[in-house]
Every structure is written in C-alpha cells, then in structure tokens.
C-alpha cells in the first residue's frame, strides 16, 4: 500500500477495502492494520476479513477486539472446501458447530458496536449449517460473477460459459435454466457474501452503516476511541472469553 496505488484506487473510485489476514503471527496482522488505517485515513473504508478454519478457533476472538480496539472493521467467513477433501487437517477444515458457536457468540457481543462487519444472520445461522450447507436461490440475482473474459457465472466457483453480451437481461431462459441446473448439482456452500445478500439484516447493520460514515468522513478517532471503550466494557463484563490476542 503506498500513496500512488491508493490514488489510483481513489481515481478508479474505490471506496472500500477488504484487506485479508493470511498468517496468524502479530506483525502480519499490524501490517494490515498499519495499511488499513493509511486507507482509511483517505477516506477508504477498510475491513480486515479472516477465514475461520478449525485450527484458527482460538486466536479469533483476540485478534477481532484487537482490530475493533483500533477502530477498524473486522469481517469473518467460514472456510470453504468445494473438494469436501481438505489438503490438511488443521489448517485448511470448517470448524466444528462448536468451535462456530463459541467464536460467533464472541462477535455477537461486539457486534453492537458497529465495527464487526460481518451480519448477525451469518453469525446465528451458520452453526446451523454444518458443514456449509447452503444453497443460493436459482430465482434470484442478487449476487453474480463477471469472468476476466465476459463470462457470467454464479459466483467465483460455479461457472458457466455465457457471455455477457450473448443476453439482453437477466430474465433470460439461457441464463435462468442454465443457473438453475448449476445450483441444483452445485456441492453447496457458506460463501459470507454470498450468504449475506440473500439474507440482509438492515437493523442489525445500522450500527455498521454509521461507523463507515463516520470514517468516510473522516471522523475516525471518535471511531478508534468507540471501538477501544466497546472493547473494553465487554471484556469487563465477560471473563468466559479471553479478549486478549494470543499471536505471537
């Protein structure tokens, strides 16, 4: 992240940033924070998204109330595995219900405060959902992916071969039968986005929609006093979770 990319992005009309945590070690994550907050201070809404995996589990809570302590959003998706054969066992499974309850509760109590960007249906429902088990709805579009070379698919990982230019509208037979069969024999999954724009939760995002405002604006030390303060009457008032960042 430096100055002319950031004003290539303003340029291009870039005004939000999903910047993704890969490596669980301290510096990576102050590295992306160091980044999120050169972006925010442009007016650049960031977001640091983790993949929650199974051997993540304990780490999440602390590193969310270590981003939201610094006024900062904090996304979250559960780990997709299309294969259903994971490369390891550790690193790369979908986390138990269990694991799933104990670190969506945690966000759930600092969700209120408008800096977990992530919407309390994912957050309630995909425990429930084990092991990503949900399908999108053929008779909508609310989400659609364009291919480097014009290609409309489903999303990221159910493609289909049609072209952008080849329909008129999204109504279309060729598209709706072919997006229909697709969906039908796709392995299923609990794609976050994809998940959330089928199941909105306007109210509960308020909170959300005014912090980004704010930093849009560029009010953000308020946000970063917020976040900390937020942090800190939940850790005061809940001892079963360790709010503390355990990377190293």
Request: hydrophobic share 40%; with cysteine; net charge positive.
């Amino acid at each position: 992240m430096n100055e002319v990319l950031l004003e290539m992005m303003l340029e291009a009309g870039v005004r939000s940033l999903i910047l993704s945590l890969h490596s669980y070690k301290k510096a990576a994550l102050d590295n992306l924070i160091e980044k999120a907050i050169i972006a925010r201070e442009r007016g650049i809404i960031p977001c640091i998204f983790c993949v929650f995996t199974e051997s993540n589990t304990e780490y999440l809570p602390g590193v969310a109330s270590y981003v939201v302590r610094k006024g900062l959003l904090f996304g979250i998706g559960i780990y997709q595995d299309y294969s259903r054969k994971p490369r390891t066992k550790r690193m790369n499974s979908i986390p138990s219900p269990k694991q799933q309850r104990f670190v969506f509760d945690a966000l759930m109590k600092l969700k209120s405060c408008g800096l977990i960007r992530t919407n309390r249906n994912y957050l309630r429902q995909a425990p429930k959902l084990y092991p990503n088990n949900w399908k999108c709805n053929p008779d909508r579009n609310v989400y659609l992916h364009v291919g480097p070379e014009g290609t409309l698919s489903v999303c990221g990982s159910v493609r289909t071969d049609i072209k952008v230019l080849e329909i008129d509208s999204l109504q279309e037979p060729k598209w709706q039968e072919t997006k229909r069969k697709l969906i039908e024999n796709c392995g299923n999954c609990l794609h976050q986005c994809l998940f959330e724009v089928e199941n909105p939760d306007p109210i509960g995002d308020i909170p959300t929609f005014l912090i980004g405002s704010m930093m849009a604006l560029g009010q953000y030390r308020p946000v970063e006093w917020w976040g900390a303060w937020w942090v800190s009457l939940i850790a005061a008032r809940d001892d079963k979770v360790d709010w503390n960042l355990k990377l190293k």
